[in-house]
Nanobody
């Protein structure tokens, strides 16, 4: 069993920054993919970024390239999402997810999910 807990969300003005954290506990494995997804009211869950735990493979959604950075600290079992130059369109509940290496940007393949953290960007 693996638990994922997100933190770091909040209310910021456009152009501001936030850093989200995803702490994993329980029985974790090195050959896994970790991802960030978001869901805004009335919209489907959307891929944001992914990183393989030990393979150093990274991918971003086009909408966040150049603004968001995903990283991980293996010793702390923690994945981060640094969000810079936030825009109102980034407003959503952000979810952390873990799954097999093939999960990539596909939310249907991820096995574990956090409860989500709210990010609100005002204009």
């Amino acid at each position: 069993q693996v638990q994922l807990v997100e933190s770091g969300g909040g209310l910021v003005q456009a152009g501001g920054s936030l850093r989200l954290s995803c702490a994993a506990s329980g029985r974790t494995f090195s050959s896994y993919a970790m991802g960030w997804f978001r869901q805004a009211p009335g919209k489907e869950r959307e891929f944001v970024a992914t990183i393989t735990w030990s393979g150093s493979s990274i991918d971003y959604a086009d909408s966040v390239k150049g603004r968001f950075t995903i990283s991980r600290d293996i010793a702390k079992n923690t994945v981060y999402l640094q969000m810079n130059n936030l825009k109102p369109e980034d407003t959503a509940v952000y979810f952390c997810a873990g799954g097999p290496l093939r999960a990539a940007s596909n939310p249907g393949v991820y096995t574990y999910w956090g409860q989500g953290t709210q990010v609100t960007v005002s204009s």
